[in-house]
């Protein structure tokens, strides 16, 4: 059945979704915490029916995102960005539930005008805790001359009065000792502004639904952190919902030899599996092994023509032939939110496997989509 499907593909498997939101519906029972979806990192609103069984609402990066939390999600709309501008903060004030400004300049610059339009908005202030052991410097949000946040010295005691809450986000792939970390930093420097506050936003970058994460260290800081200053908690993870949810498949154009095997594959890297490179880290091929485990070695590369448009080298048992199906795992977050269709490669469709067994292809994208977008 996956052999059938037009290349390039990216399959969400709805049980393997399921199984994630089992797991982060677990952690709201447990803790009480709240666990919104980051659009930022998987966006597939044809699954959302889904999604919201389980989780409280969407946290946005801005007006579009918001726009399809409100149109699609419906539950809790949470709005942050590095900066509003007086246009889209129209708009955004009407369909958001929570609106976190990055800094007491930007929430000082716009909170009459948000009250006016929306009376029952809730402002927060997404702050800074320099702490964070996020792997890589293009991930940490917490690193030297940060834009993301406001630090306990830029903190304006005169925002209290306007907000309800705080946010943080200092975590990328981590565990909740990571978490613990940060938490302890946080409120070192901001305790003495949680009274009166209603919720505290921990951000995302929890990696609840990796093997091997520890959850019941996750479910008792919350519970902890919400005893001890009596107020609610979300988390907002992106990447946990969508981890290792399914797979892109594409197809072998052309193989030669060049030095060593490469193979020619109707995707890239650079377009359809950005962080691959961005990180970068090797995406795994379903039934592949590390370059001369197995007979036989190829160089993947994309569709492009940037030379480092490789995926990586992957060994086979048997000769790789043009038409055979390459499976890359977990490729569902992450991935579809940030395709460009550089070199005019054409977009990677969508579609869900579903529990009964039958694959839906739900989007397809064609010459339209890369002409509309140019002019
Ligand atoms: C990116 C981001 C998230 C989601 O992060 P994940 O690593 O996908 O869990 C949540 N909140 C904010 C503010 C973010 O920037």
Redesign the pocket.
Known sequence: MIKSIKTPCYVCEEALLEKNLELLDYVQQRSGAKIIL?L???AMWSTFDLVKRYLHGC?A?GLHEAKLAYEKFGKEVHT?SPAFNDEDIQEIAKISDHI?FNSPSQLMRFKDVVKSINPNVSLSI?INPEVSSSPVDI?N?CGIYSR?GTTLANFDESVLEHIEGL?F?A???QDADALEEVLEAFEEKFSKYFKGLKYI?F?????ITRKGYDVEKLISLISDFRAKYDVEVYL???????WQTGFLISSVLDTFKNGMNVAILDTSAEAHMPDTLAMPYRAMVRGSGEAGEKAHTYRFGGNTCLAGDIMGDYSFDEPLKVGDKVIFEDQI??TFVKNTTFNGIRLPSLAIWRKNGTIDIIKDFGYEDYKNRLS
């Open positions: 980051a930022k990192g998987f946290t990066s942050y976190v997404r991930y949000p993301l946010n986000h975590l990328c792939e936003n951000g995302g970058g929890h990696h907002e993870p992106g990447e946990a919902v969508g977050h992450y």
